[in-house]
């Protein structure tokens, strides 16, 4: 859906990008519901419908009421608790990444709570993402992943302005620092660069690379490029690409071991994907 968010946002999302939803639910939570310390792989966000929480991360606890969405970066250390008897959530995991692997919620800096003020029209898409993943109707997952781009909109287009990307930030710094390396490797999936080869482009030494790599990003560049090959494999098999094509495309010299890094990535073998599923 069209949305209007901050010019800041605007030339963030001018780059290709995907917006997927990995589940939504809604839970009760009882005086025991404790998370973490824990990290997640994806992102992940709670919008409360009743009662009151408190998370914590980075050493910083924040207590969050009726309307407050609570956010998670992945690989961000974080924990939550219980504290009214009336806790209601809604959370959804989400994957939400940009053309050259770095996540929209680190790019433009998203904060771990957002105020809503309890608003209707958010409350009412996080339910029907909840309810499609409840029910499984036909198509569910495309329309699911349709579900969270209209809350992504909803979101950038009311609260961009607690979302601003900030060219001094660490992560837009250290992206900024590593991007001739990230260009490098999607140019080149099925035969990477050396990681000295990389390091050299960014002017800086191969441990200095895999730290800022890692600030960036929040992954290694082996675990990067490993994502962004299952992605352009997503793509090349909705092109109707055989199997042992799609393998040989993004670097896997034997078919068996892309089926099976390609099912544990997605949950499917890359057959039933083309036919059924989504990346």
């Keep these: 859906p069209a949305f209007c968010a901050p010019a800041a946002i605007v030339a963030v999302l001018g780059e290709r990008w995907r917006a997927q939803c990995i589940s939504a639910m809604r839970w009760h939570c009882s005086s025991a519901w404790r998370m973490g310390p824990r990290t997640c792989a994806d992102d992940f966000f709670m919008l409360i419908e009743a009662g009151r929480m408190w998370t914590e991360v980075g050493g910083r606890?924040?207590?969050?009421?009726?309307?407050?969405?609570?956010?998670?970066?992945?690989?961000?250390?974080?924990?939550?608790?219980?504290?009214?008897?009336?806790?209601?959530?809604?959370?959804?995991?989400?994957d939400t990444g940009l053309s050259d692997g770095v996540t929209l919620p680190a790019r433009i800096g998203w904060p771990t709570v957002i105020h809503t003020g309890g608003e209707t029209e958010l409350l009412t898409l996080c339910w029907q993402a909840a309810r499609l993943n409840a029910l499984r109707p036909p198509a569910w997952r495309s329309r699911l992943n349709a579900q969270f781009t209209g809350i992504l909109g909803h979101l950038l287009e009311h609260y961009g302005h607690a979302m601003m990307p900030s060219e001094a930030s660490p992560s837009r710094v250290a992206w900024m620092r590593i991007r001739p390396a990230t260009e490098a490797l999607l140019a080149h999936l099925a035969c990477p660069p050396s990681p000295p080869f990389l390091a050299r482009r960014c002017g800086l030494?191969?441990?200095q690379f895999r730290r800022v790599f890692v600030a960036a990003t929040g992954i290694p560049p082996r675990v990067w490029l490993g994502q962004r090959r299952i992605e352009e494999a997503g793509s090349l098999l909705r092109q109707g690409k055989t199997t042992a094509a799609v393998a040989s495309a993004v670097g896997f010299a034997d078919p068996a071991a892309f089926t099976s890094a390609f099912?544990?990535?997605?949950?499917?073998?890359?057959?039933?994907?083309?036919?059924e599923g989504t990346l």
Excluded at 64 to 83: F, K, M, Y
Excluded at 263 to 275: N, V
């Design 61 to 94: 606890r924040q207590e969050c009421g009726v309307g407050d969405l609570v956010h998670w970066q992945r690989h961000e250390v974080h924990s939550a608790g219980w504290l009214s008897d009336d806790l209601v959530v809604l959370g959804i995991h989400h």
């Design 263 to 275: 099912r544990r990535a997605t949950g499917l073998p890359p057959g039933r994907w083309r036919a």
């Design 205 to 207: 030494s191969v441990a």
